[in-house]
């Protein structure tokens, strides 16, 4: 059994195809980054949705924010809360539908891709900080 990114040949993946410049903006900008992983805590039923609990690296924490948007396994989710090392978002039945995240089950490890407007004001933030401005 061939492993590769943490996942195994022939394993289900969620692909989407890239935005042209010309297309309608509809949801979040994933870049397809992997900026670490985290661990599925819980999965629990809310209603006709699931929410899910994850557990992500001390490190990226500065990045995630409520009613922000984060990356899953490709799969870019707005987040619901956001506690010192776990964030909660919803899943709603399409995305349980159209994605591998009805296999998913607790303990699981997931890839995760911080905002990328989150990412550019850090930069931005640095630069102004290194030039005395």
């Known amino acids: ?10 394993a289900v993946i969620n692909l989407e195809k890239s935005l042209r410049l010309s297309d ?11 900026d670490g992983s985290g661990e599925i805590m819980t999965i629990e039923p809310v209603d006709a949705n699931h929410e ?7 490190d990226l924490g500065r ?12 799969v870019s989710l707005t987040v619901n809360a956001v506690t010192m090392e776990t964030f909660s978002a ?5 995305t349980l539908t159209m994605t591998n995240f009805n296999a998913l089950k607790v303990g699981d490890r997931v ?7 989150a990412r ?14």
């Open 1 to 10: 059994m061939k492993v590769t990114a943490g996942f195994v040949t022939g």
């Open 24 to 34: 309608r903006l509809d949801g979040h900008l994933v870049s397809g980054h992997v």
């Open 52 to 58: 899910i609990t994850i557990r992500f690296p001390v």
């Open 63 to 74: 990045y995630i924010a409520r009613k922000g948007s984060i990356t899953v396994n490709g």
């Open 90 to 94: 919803n899943l709603i039945p399409h």
């Open 111 to 117: 890839n995760l891709e911080i905002d990328l407007l």
């Open 120 to 133: 550019y004001i850090e930069r931005l933030l640095q630069d102004s900080r290194n030039s005395g401005v």
